[in-house]
């Protein structure tokens, strides 16, 4: 193998670098090409919303969505409440007592 | 030394194929900056129109939120409130009950004799003058009948000259006296159950702290 044969590979390896450059712009092109495809849908979706917004159109979708989630914040208010609730009937006897015992001392005169 | 050209081929390989595998690397971490900023990017643009959608219909969408869960926390402190009340009811119920116990004597720890005493005392004085007619229930008027005396000395000593008489029409209470003077321009409720409502209303809170209500 002589000094031709190196030279031989030399280009092959040159065409290989240039392959992988041609590689190279074409996934950073791609990736470019999908983000702005991204953020055209993104802001055409964005104006249509707004605009429908504006004339009062479409915002069933959010009601409704603000009904779902003020149900479920209303739902775990009203277990918060049944909680404290319960946890009222656990009020320790000696607390009723003690209870008892000052309306007893107030109602009874000294 | 010189190399041969078997070494130099391989050594050329070797490095183009690094800086092929470099070139991918980066052209990788290139797309995938380039697609997460267009992520973050799409996600800032939706935020910023959920802004303005909400800023658009916002009072609607608050006005459904108050509706539900305005109408949930009424309910839910309703609940809460009545729970809380039935404790109250039942610190007070037992109390009552103990104060029957009471007056019908079956408390070893309260002579019951000396309580009817002070509230005589305590009623005459504060209605004040010479002459006093004292009611009571029936059980309390055949103890005041054979006690007249007794009771008559207590509230002299307690406010000077005073003459006590019973009205022999029993009250219906539990306990306690009403006392009024003699025209009958004053009167003191001074019943167990007159005392009871008004120490429920004064000491309500305090009661609540006790119970860890409040």
Redesign the interface.
């Known amino acids: 193998?002589?000094?031709e044969?190196?030279l031989s590979?030399?280009e092959r390896?040159q065409r290989?670098?240039a392959e992988?450059?041609r590689?190279?712009e074409a996934?950073?092109a791609?990736?470019?090409r999908?983000?702005?495809e991204?953020?055209s849908k993104?802001?055409v979706?964005?104006?249509r919303?707004?605009t429908m917004?504006?004339r009062g159109y479409g915002?069933e979708e959010?009601?409704e969505e603000?009904?779902e989630?003020?149900?479920e914040?209303?739902?775990k208010?009203?277990e918060?409440?049944?909680a404290?609730?319960e946890a009222?009937?656990e009020?320790p006897e000696e607390?009723?007592a003690?209870?008892?015992t000052?309306?007893?001392q107030?109602?009874?005169?000294? | 030394m010189s190399m041969t050209p078997l070494e130099l081929e391989t050594q050329l390989i070797e490095r183009t194929i690094k800086q092929r595998n470099e070139l991918l690397a980066r052209a990788r971490e290139s797309a995938e900056k380039i697609l997460k900023a267009a992520e973050e990017e799409v996600e800032r643009i939706g935020a910023e129109s959920e802004r303005q959608i909400l800023s658009l219909v916002g009072s609607e969408l608050r006005a459904v939120r108050d509706r539900i869960v305005g109408e949930t926390e009424l309910e839910g402190r309703k609940m809460l409130m009545l729970s809380r009340q039935e404790l109250l009811t039942r610190v007070f119920d037992e109390a009552e009950g103990r104060l029957a116990g009471i007056a019908e004597g079956k408390d070893e720890a309260t002579s019951y004799d000396e309580v009817l005493g002070r509230l005589i005392v305590e009623a005459a004085s504060a209605i004040g003058g010479e002459e006093f007619i004292v009611s009571a229930n029936e059980r309390d008027l055949t103890y005041l009948k054979k006690n007249l005396k007794k009771a008559q000395r207590q509230v002299r000593e307690a406010i000077g000259g005073s003459e006590l008489r019973l009205d022999e029409i029993p009250l219906d209470a539990m306990g306690g006296v009403v006392v009024r003077n003699s025209d009958g321009t004053k009167t003191y409720n001074n019943t167990l159950e007159g005392r009871l409502e008004g120490v429920k209303a004064r000491i309500q809170a305090e009661v609540a702290q006790i119970l860890g209500l409040i």
């Open positions: 193998m002589g000094l044969s190196v590979l030399g390896l290989l670098l992988a450059d590689e190279v996934k950073v791609e990736a470019q999908m983000a702005e991204m953020l993104a802001r979706d964005a104006e919303r707004r917004a504006q915002i959010l009601l603000a009904e989630k003020a149900k914040e209303a739902e208010s009203m918060d409440y049944k404290k609730a009222l009937k009020v607390k009723i003690e209870a008892v000052l309306v007893l107030e109602v009874l005169p000294r």
